[in-house]
C-alpha cells in the first residue's frame, strides 16, 4: 500500500489487551470489542459495541459495525472466525506475540505502522521498564491457567517469557505443548520452589489453588501484568517482582 499507513477510523479488537492498548493510545478509534475486554473501564460508557467472545463472536455483528479493521492475534482467535470475517471484505491484521520483544514489535507495527498513530508514550516506557530488570535468583516454577482440570504454561509462551526475566524458570517450558494438562500429582512433585497462580484466564485466589500444593510457596499475580501485552507492560516488571518476592 503506496502513500503510507491507509486511514483507519473504525475498528473493531478481538484481543482484550490491544483492545487497551489502542483505546489508551487513540481513544474514539474502537467500535467493537470482546465480552471479555474489561480496560479501560469505560468502554460501555463510550458506546462501544459488544460482539462476543474472543473464542466465538458474533461476525454478523462485527461486520455491521463496518470496520475499517478488526485486530486479532493467531493465540487468541480462531482462524476460521478470521478468514470468514476476510471472505466477507473485511480487513484483518493478525498479531503473533510469543515473549517480549516480539511483543513490542507487534504493538509498534500494529500501532504505528498500521494505525498511523504517533508511537505511544506507554510503549516507550515499557521497554524502559523491562530494560531495566536485573537478573534475579533462579527459581524453577510452575504455573497453572486452569484447573479441573489442572492446565499449565509450556513450551514458548509470552508469560513464561516475563517470568523467565524476573529470575523465575518455567518446569515445563521444554513440555512438547504451548498449554499441557497435566495431574496435580505430578505437578506437587516436580520439585519447584514455588507455584504462581495468576488471576486469569482461571481466577486463582489465596482460597482456590494454593491448598492444592501444601508447603509450596504460592506466588498470587495479576494474569493482566503477566499475560497481557500493552500500556500494563510498564508497571509489569515492579507489580511482578513484587507479588514473587511476596511468596518467599
Not at 467472545?53 to 461486520?63: A, F, Q, V
Not at 507455584?195 to 489453588?209: M, N, Q
Request: aromatic share 6%; net charge negative.
Amino acid at each position: 500500500m503506496g502513500g503510507g499507513p491507509r486511514r483507519v477510523s473504525r475498528v473493531v479488537s478481538l484481543v482484550p489487551s490491544l483492545t487497551e492498548a489502542v483505546a489508551v493510545s487513540a481513544p474514539g478509534l474502537l467500535v467493537g470489542v470482546t465480552d471479555w475486554c474489561t480496560h479501560p473501564d469505560d468502554l460501555d460508557e463510550a458506546g462501544v459495541v459488544r460482539i462476543g467472545g474472543t473464542k466465538n463472536p458474533d461476525l454478523s455483528r462485527i461486520l455491521a459495525l463496518r470496520p475499517d479493521l478488526v485486530i486479532a492475534n493467531e493465540e487468541e482467535n480462531r482462524a476460521p472466525d478470521l478468514a470468514a470475517l476476510r471472505a466477507a471484505g473485511a480487513a484483518v491484521v493478525v498479531t503473533e506475540i510469543r515473549d517480549l520483544p516480539q511483543a513490542l514489535r507487534e504493538l509498534e507495527r500494529l500501532l504505528v505502522t498500521t494505525l498511523g498513530l504517533a508511537r505511544p508514550r506507554w510503549l516507550t516506557d515499557a521497554e524502559a521498564a523491562w530494560a531495566r530488570v536485573e537478573p534475579a535468583a533462579d527459581r524453577a516454577a510452575f504455573v497453572p491457567v486452569w484447573r479441573r482440570p489442572w492446565v499449565v504454561l509450556g513450551r514458548d509462551t509470552f508469560a513464561g517469557d516475563l517470568l523467565g526475566r524476573l529470575g523465575v524458570r518455567n518446569a515445563y517450558a521444554g513440555h512438547a505443548e504451548r498449554y499441557p494438562r497435566v495431574p496435580v500429582e505430578e505437578l506437587t512433585a516436580a520439585g519447584c520452589d514455588l507455584v504462581v497462580l495468576p488471576d486469569e484466564p482461571y481466577r486463582f485466589t489465596a482460597s482456590d489453588g494454593p491448598e492444592a500444593f501444601p508447603g509450596l510457596p504460592a506466588a498470587l499475580v495479576s494474569g493482566r501484568h503477566l499475560t497481557w501485552y500493552g500500556p500494563s507492560l510498564a508497571e509489569a516488571p515492579a507489580v511482578l517482582a513484587r507479588a514473587l518476592r511476596a511468596a518467599r
